[in-house]
């Protein structure tokens, strides 16, 4: 009876040290379908419309021993193509008194579409985004997520398109940070890059481009990025 106890005891004491890291390794498998936002211990992820495949998942640590997780999600077609994607890293465990505060994590890049800072405090707030055209090749990349998400999509025969439009954001508030990108599938139909939504007030982009679908379905994704930056910083921090 006594060892029953101790065994018991034991047993209780290893599911009270389950640690955030070891819960992202058990939670939300590959091949999970989710909708709306996604949880983590700092906070939620906002995802955009749709039903979304979990399709990659990743754990590192920085060099203070801070565990991350990072995750991939696809937004596949009935027609098996892929029409988005989501790719977000987050601290699973970080102390109050520390900050991912980086000077020049929001200066504008080359190749930017569309940049936008909204705050860039020392050590305080700073909230960032841009639009890019980058190409959607994962099978030579050294991140786990990334090559997870690649296997998936080949192993499902989801065919893919070799670039997509990106919206990239920063949030960061302390120990909390959030760095999250969504792409788009720009050759899919006008009023269809980001379905069911239509911008609150339409972006004109101003400057050279190409084919006229992809200025248009720009246009709605760099709308969609601005209207959703105050909603992506507080459905993560608040």
Same mark, same amino acid.
């Given at each position: ?105 929001? =200066? ?5 579409? @569309? ?7 020392? #050590?305080? %707030? !700073?909230?960032? /985004? ?31 398109? =070799? ?5 990239? @954001? ?7 940070? #959030?760095? %999250? !990108?969504?792409? /788009? ?50 459905t993560f921090l608040d």
């Amino acid at each position: 009876m006594i060892k029953k106890l101790v065994a018991l005891a034991t047993a209780a004491l290893l599911t009270g040290c389950v640690t955030a890291a070891d819960k992202f390794q058990t939670d939300m498998p590959i091949g999970t379908v989710v909708t709306d936002k996604v949880s983590t211990p700092q906070g939620d992820v906002l995802l955009p419309p749709g039903k979304w495949t979990v399709v990659g998942k990743d754990l590192f640590r920085n060099n203070n021993y801070h565990p991350f997780g990072q995750v991939a999600l696809a937004q596949i077609s009935v027609t098996k193509e892929l029409d988005g994607l989501v790719f977000f890293t987050t601290p699973l465990e970080s102390h109050f008194g520390y900050g991912f505060y980086a000077t020049g994590a929001c =200066d504008r890049r080359e190749g930017d579409l @569309y940049h936008e800072k909204s705050s860039n405090q020392e #050590l305080g %707030v !700073q909230g960032c /985004f841009s639009v890019r055209d980058l190409g959607v090749s994962l099978d030579d990349s050294d991140e786990a997520h990334l090559t997870q998400a690649d296997s998936y999509l080949d192993t499902h025969n989801v065919y893919r398109h =070799d670039s997509m439009l990106f919206s990239a @954001y920063r949030v960061v508030r302390g120990h909390k940070l #959030l760095v %999250v !990108q969504y792409g /788009f599938n720009y050759r899919q139909p006008t009023g269809n890059v980001i379905p069911g939504y239509t911008p609150a007030e339409k972006f004109n982009y101003d400057k050279s481009f190409g084919r006229e679908l992809w200025k248009t379905n720009l246009e709605t994704v760099i709308a969609w990025s601005k209207e959703k930056e105050d909603t992506i910083r507080s459905t993560f921090l608040d």
